[in-house]
T-cell receptor, first 108, second 113 residues
């Protein structure tokens, strides 16, 4: 099956810093989503981005489907950005495959 | 739109007991999914319903696990004869037909002692 690899696995930032999270996938995908899981376990959908670039406030994402990777940019990080960021892909059908996540901690 | 609702949020049970989790999807979402997440890992797909029909099941869903969605609205996930390895967070998600964006509930944490 498809493999989804996220890097880095862990990231510590000073508040105000910028960061880039990466997601590599091993096969063609129908769609790709980025999620943020807060410390209480809630998964929030950040972007649905099978290709191209999208921006939402301080967050933006780019997927280059032909090269099988996606990037999530976080600018001017805040402590509330802490949590785990997941990349999730779908290759058709109803199963969405998640990566292992990037654990982000933003220090005040 | 009240979001995906899951109950109970936390459950501690003794090994060998049965447990049942309930999920109420977002209204008008006919697609419903169950996932399992263990510490340090991403969610893993368990099963998928379209309306009341269970269309896909993961190999992770052993014969001790059963999921139902009898009227195409809420769903239940039952685990029989629980084992310590079943300790995890069980996540429910839903989506609208024709869209790929899925919305998750807050999860049900299970601890088997």
């Amino acid at each position: 099956g498809i493999q989804v690899e996220q890097s880095p696995p862990d990231l510590i930032l000073q508040e105000g810093a910028n960061s880039t999270l990466r997601c590599n996938f091993s096969d063609s995908v129908n769609n790709l989503q980025w999620f943020h899981q807060n410390p209480w376990g809630q998964l929030i959908n950040l972007f649905y981005i099978p290709s191209g670039t999208k921006q939402n406030g301080r967050l933006s994402a780019t997927t280059v489907a032909t090269e099988r990777y996606s990037l999530l940019y976080i600018s001017s990080s805040q402590t509330t950005d802490s949590g785990v960021y997941f990349c999730a892909v779908n290759t058709g059908g109803f199963k969405t495959i998640f990566g292992a996540g990037t654990r982000l901690f933003v220090k005040a | 739109d009240t979001g995906v609702s899951q109950d109970p949020r936390h459950k501690i049970t003794k090994r060998g007991q049965n447990v049942t989790f309930r999920c109420d999807p977002i209204s008008e979402h006919n697609r419903l999914y169950w996932y399992r997440q263990t510490l340090g890992q991403g969610p893993e797909f368990l099963t998928y319903f379209q309306n009341e029909a269970q269309l896909e099941k993961s190999r992770l869903l052993s014969d001790r696990f059963s999921a139902e969605r009898p009227k195409g609205s809420f769903s239940t996930l039952e685990i029989q004869r629980t084992e310590q390895g079943d300790s995890a967070m069980y996540l429910c998600a839903s989506s609208l037909p024709g869209t790929d964006t899925i919305y998750f509930g807050e999860g049900s944490w299970l601890t088997v002692v």
